[in-house]
T-cell receptor, first 112, second 110 residues
Framework: EAGVTQFPSHSVIEKGQTVTLRCDPISGHDNLYWYRRVMGKEIKFLLHFVKESKQDESGMPNNRFLAERTGGTYSTLKVQPAELEDSGVYFC??????????FGPGTRLTVL | TQLLEQSPQFLSIQEGENLTVYCNSSSVFSSLQWYRQEPGEGPVLLVTVVTGGEVKKLKRLTFQFGDARKDSSLHITAAQPGDTGLYLCAGGQAGTALIFGKGTTLSVSS
């Protein structure tokens, strides 16, 4: 069974540009989560999808972040326009019927 | 706001030593998960504890959930260089997002 995959693994962009991160969850997992780790801080929750619906987006920092999960399969997280403080590692996790969340390898975003 | 305080933040020990990592909160969690993360990879689940007082063992690793489900510990017996890595605790309520501690970076030298 394939795990959670994320693309790209690294992204370096200029302030003001747009970046789109992609997450492919484990097949059949209805729950998809986005998290972020900023340097020196703990991993923090961004939002939670159940199938294609946003269950909880209380962790989204501001309206420059847009997450979608069309069709309830893969998800994208777009940052537009990117700011310096958006730099960090973005993790995606998926969960089936159990309580365990399985994490992808993350996307390291650097905003210059 | 729920917080998980994880300690110590850094730990450098010799092969064969024992160590304990602590995770504490003022909040009650329905479950607590321990992850290990290697550089360039995502957190990999080690164990989930759900019952107050529960103890789980994974080879040389022993995980305990506090009676009140507010704290947890990870004890490693006879640490080996292969145990080197970042250990994360994360608490959750049923189906919701996880609250992470800052992590413990463990270095075991031979």
């Amino acid at each position: 069974e394939a795990g959670v995959t994320q693309f790209p693994s690294h992204s370096v962009i200029e302030k003001g540009q747009t970046v789109t991160l992609r997450c492919d969850p484990i097949s059949g997992h209805d729950n998809l989560y986005w998290y972020r780790r900023v340097m020196g801080k703990e991993i923090k929750f961004l939002l939670h999808f159940v199938k294609e619906s946003k269950q909880d987006e209380s962790g989204m920092p501001n309206n420059r972040f847009l997450a979608e999960r069309t069709g309830g399969t893969y998800s994208t997280l777009k940052v537009q326009p990117a700011e310096l403080e958006d730099s960090g590692v973005y993790f995606c996790a998926s969960r089936g019927q159990g309580r365990e969340q399985f994490f992808g390898p993350g996307t390291r975003l650097t905003v210059l | 706001t729920q917080l998980l305080e994880q300690s110590p933040q850094f730990l450098s020990i010799q092969e064969g030593e024992n160590l304990t990592v602590y995770c504490n909160s003022s909040s009650v969690f329905s479950s607590l998960q321990w992850y290990r993360q290697e550089p360039g990879e995502g957190p990999v689940l080690l164990v989930t504890v759900v019952t107050g007082g529960e103890v789980k063992k994974l080879k040389r690793l022993t995980f305990q959930f506090g009676d009140a489900r507010k704290d947890s510990s990870l004890h490693i017996t006879a640490a080996q260089p292969g145990d080197t890595g970042l250990y994360l605790c994360a608490g959750g309520q049923a189906g919701t997002a996880l609250i992470f501690g800052k992590g413990t970076t463990l270095s075991v030298s031979s």
